[in-house]
């Protein structure tokens, strides 16, 4: 059995659009987190300006320390929500990752399915023991991919389930500390 070349230009050709894939799907988020950091910068600014002649304002050191109070509940539900979105944008990134795995290793499957039929086939007499041992390989190789596949699954329903449970106490915590 031998690979002919519009075989190997196929592969090669799979193998560049997947890579492809992937850098442009990495540039799409690098490039979200970009605009996110400048958006946030940009919103730090004008807040730091605002809140300093805010405070500058003021009339007495009372009065002052009421401003600040007023400005911490604002700030810290502002870096909840850049956390949030950072995560938000690492979560999709990394699920259309997976999916992209999960597509190849699927195309791969079903390649290898095919070779191992093929040479099955025209596999000389008394090879079968060989056959049916690269095959039971192929079968656990696929189940552990799968097992891994769930694992990561449930981690990243964890992380998600975490994060809000965090982001919640954070702004409960911050609401209870200026309430004060």
């Known amino acids: 059995m031998s690979i ?3 075989q190997f230009a196929a592969a ?4 560049i659009d ?9 540039l799409a988020s690098a490039e979200r987190i970009a605009a996110l950091n400048l958006e946030t910068a940009k919103s730090l600014l004008a807040d ?5 002649k805010a405070v500058m304002g003021a009339k007495d050191v009372k009065d002052a320390l009421a401003i600040q109070a007023s400005l911490a509940q604002p ?5 909840v929500a850049y956390g949030r979105s950072v995560y938000e944008i690492s979560s999709e990134t990394q699920q259309e990752l997976a999916k992209m795995v999960e597509a190849q290793f699927g195309e791969f499957q079903k390649s290898m399915s095919s070779l191992l039929e093929k040479a ?8 079968d023991v060989a056959v049916a041992a690269v095959q039971s390989a192929f079968a656990a190789a696929n189940s552990a ?4 596949r769930k694992s990561a699954q449930q981690i990243t329903e964890l992380a998600q389930t975490n994060i809000a449970a965090a982001t919640s106490a954070t702004a409960k915590a911050a609401k209870k500390a ?3």
């Open 75 to 79: 700030s810290v539900e502002k870096a």
């Open 48 to 52: 730091t300006v605002t809140n300093t």
């Open 120 to 127: 099955a086939k025209s596999a000389p007499a008394g090879s």
């Open 178 to 180: 200026t309430g004060k």
């Open 12 to 15: 090669n050709k799979a193998a």
């Open 4 to 6: 002919n070349p519009e």
């Open 145 to 148: 991919f799968d097992n891994m």
């Open 18 to 26: 997947s890579l492809l894939s992937v850098a442009n799907t990495a």
